[in-house]
Antibody
Framework: EVQLVESGGGLVQPGGSLRLSCAVS????????MHWVRQRTGKGLEWVST???????YYPGSVKGRFTVSRENAKNSFYLQMASLRLEDTAVYYCARGRRWGDFDNGEHAFDVWGQGTVVTVSS | SYELTQPPSVSVSPGQTASITCSGD??????ACWYQQKPGQSPVLLIY???KRPSGIPERFSASTSGNTATLTISGTQALDEADYYCQVWDSNIAVFGGGTKLTVL
């Protein structure tokens, strides 16, 4: 069974840092792109970061320079290091597996399996 | 930055067909996905590559794309289909989600 389990969420002060982890099982982790997607309370889904199977990383402008995604294939895990956290980073953070057809640049991919989410609260 | 527009809400009677639209510039040139999210749950992939269903997704879910609009169609809508639905594409290596549509089955 394919499983993704997030951990590391919690309460952090503005300007602080937090590291999220996603442990996976049930598939060959190194073959897949992996993603982080967040959802503020009562709001829609927002993509946060991607580390592809080659280890290349991608970010939206809202987190670029503050968040760093990485993976550790030997541990079937990937991570989101969040720094300079802001109130607006408060959200449920989901990890998701990426299914891709072709090169990353052609945009033909989907988030095909999701974790249960971990809550990050940025508050003083 | 690229944007996808969805209606905030759609209502449908049980057994009827629901259609949820997603609009974006030259959307037909991209590969659209659709996700379902029920309250308190994680999203679930419903449609990928514009119109394909992952295994386990019922046949009553279908989708198409034409021009600037992608459409998710739910045939024979059931009460358990009440959920939020999101479209999503990739644009220049950036993943973009629509704002989501709340489907109410009356």
């Amino acid at each position: 069974e394919v499983q993704l389990v997030e951990s590391g969420g919690g309460l952090v002060q503005p300007g602080g840092s937090l590291r999220l982890s996603c442990a996976v099982s049930g598939f060959t982790f190194s073959f897949y792109d992996m993603h982080w997607v967040r959802q503020r309370t009562g709001k829609g889904l927002e993509w946060v970061s991607t580390v592809d199977s080659a280890g290349d990383t991608y970010y939206p402008g809202s987190v670029k320079g503050r968040f760093t995604v990485s993976r550790e294939n030997a541990k079937n895990s990937f991570y989101l290091q969040m720094a300079s956290l802001r109130l607006e980073d408060t959200a449920v953070y989901y990890c998701a597996r990426g299914r891709r057809w072709g090169d990353f640049d052609n945009g033909e991919h989907a988030f095909d399996v999701w974790g249960q989410g971990t809550v990050v609260t940025v508050s003083s | 930055s690229y944007e996808l527009t969805q209606p905030p809400s759609v209502s449908v009677s049980p057994g009827q067909t629901a259609s949820i639209t997603c609009s974006g510039d030259k959307l037909g040139n991209k590969y659209a996905c659709w996700y379902q999210q029920k309250p308190g749950q994680s999203p679930v992939l419903l449609i990928y590559q514009d119109r394909k269903r992952p295994s386990g997704i019922p046949e009553r879910f279908s989708a198409s794309t034409s021009g600037n609009t992608a459409t998710l169609t739910i045939s024979g809508t059931q009460a358990l289909d009440e959920a939020d639905y999101y479209c999503q594409v990739w644009d220049s290596n950036i993943a973009v989600f629509g704002g989501g549509t709340k489907l109410t089955v009356l």
